[in-house]
């Protein structure tokens, strides 16, 4: 068997399998055993827990919390509102859009690692919502609209589908002309890296006009991990560039020096920052949002000046009409007709000419 798979088959899912990985608390066990909630871990991502401490940023993320109950801020049936799932539009439920030229394609609500944050919990994690995924609809969907030229793959954890899925969806996207690029959202190089496999790899690897790009979830540097670089560095092998897709959450990432450890740890196995996205109502997540200025102020206290460049990423929120940057100017303090007045991450004040229009 597959190292992988026996790690899906031994899923940390029960009480029981969780205590031999941590010191349960009252509370967690209240939660685990009262909430109607899908959650589980791989045994890999289960050992990665502080097994003493309740605010362990992993076990945070992968334990339901009472705290799920409070719903002030979470917006109810939020995925179907930020997915456009009410519009005129027919679409298949497997195709959710926010932009005219690219899709998100939902191919599963099977995941190796069921985050507590994610945004989309009814779906995934309590089951209020159903959708019909089916692969042949989505294809046929993208096949007849030929304005879409970049298609997300994602779930779910579309790379918990077996290897002749994966195949499958890559060869019959890139029979279609029209596309131009094709991505995947997944959490395995983080909670599965076993799953990069030689056979996953020799169905990455071909060249192709239509490229592949992987965006994976990583939230805090524990998370990073000897296995975690290895299925990184195997990955960029097969010519798949991967970026790193943060959430921001409060307790567990949202204080300068975790901030700045989480991406320039990610740079240094190899994965690019591209987002930091708010987190998002959906509800009975409270608990982990902080101020929507957040995010901006921690990449200008953590990251702008502090680090490489390389190690920034954009601060977003996801919407309904698509990704809004949040990223105040801190940096011009004021202008004239002659000369802009700038502030570096120190305070330094310098001055640059004001060029007409």
């Known amino acids: 068997m597959e190292a992988w798979v026996e790690q899906l088959q031994n899923s940390v899912n029960t009480l029981e399998r969780l205590k031999d990985y ?14 109607n909630t899908k959650w589980g871990t791989t045994p890999y991502f289960a050992a990665l827990m502080d ?7 992993i076990r945070r993320q992968v334990l339901p919390s009472l705290e799920e109950n409070v719903n002030e801020y979470g917006v109810d049936n939020y995925l179907m509102w930020k997915e456009n799932r009410s519009t005129d539009e027919v679409r298949p439920d497997s195709i959710a859009r926010q932009y005219h030229d690219r899709v998100a394609f939902t191919v599963t609500d099977v995941c190796a690692n069921y985050c507590r944050h994610c945004f989309r919990k009814e779906l995934v994690v309590d089951r209020d919502i159903q959708f019909r995924m089916d692969l042949e609809e989505g294809l046929a ?3 007849e609209h030929t304005e879409v030229r970049d298609v997300l793959i994602t779930g779910g954890d579309p790379f918990i589908l077996a290897d002749e899925k994966i195949e499958y969806l890559i060869r019959k996207l890139r029979e279609l002309d029209h596309l131009e690029m094709i991505r995947f959202g997944t959490r395995t190089p983080i909670v599965l890296p076993q799953r990069i496999t030689p056979a996953l790899k020799r169905i990455l690897s071909p060249y192709h006009k239509i490229p592949l790009w992987i965006n994976t979830q990583c939230n805090h540097p524990r998370e990073i991990t000897a296995e975690t670089a290895r299925a990184v560095f195997d990955l960029l092998t097969c010519g798949v560039n991967v970026g790193n897709r943060a959430v921001l959450l409060k307790g567990i990432n949202d204080d300068p020096e975790t901030f700045r450890q989480l991406h320039q740890k990610l740079l240094q196995v190899r994965i690019r920052p591209y987002y930091v996205f708010y987190c998002e109502p959906a509800p009975g997540i409270d608990h982990f949002r902080t101020t929507v200025e957040k995010g901006a102020e921690l ?5 702008r000046g502090h680090t490489t460049g390389l190690a920034q990423p954009m601060y977003v929120i996801a919407t309904n009409i698509g990704k809004i940057p949040l990223m105040p100017d801190y940096y011009i303090m004021g202008k004239d007709e002659k000369e802009y007045t700038l502030k570096n991450y120190q305070g330094k004040l310098t001055q640059w000419p004001n060029m007409p229009a």
């Open 22 to 35: 941590i010191e349960v608390t009252p509370a967690e066990e209240k939660a685990i055993t009262t909430l």
């Open 51 to 57: 097994p003493k401490d309740p605010n362990c940023p």
């Open 141 to 143: 969907w993208i096949k």
């Open 299 to 303: 990449i200008r206290d953590a990251i």
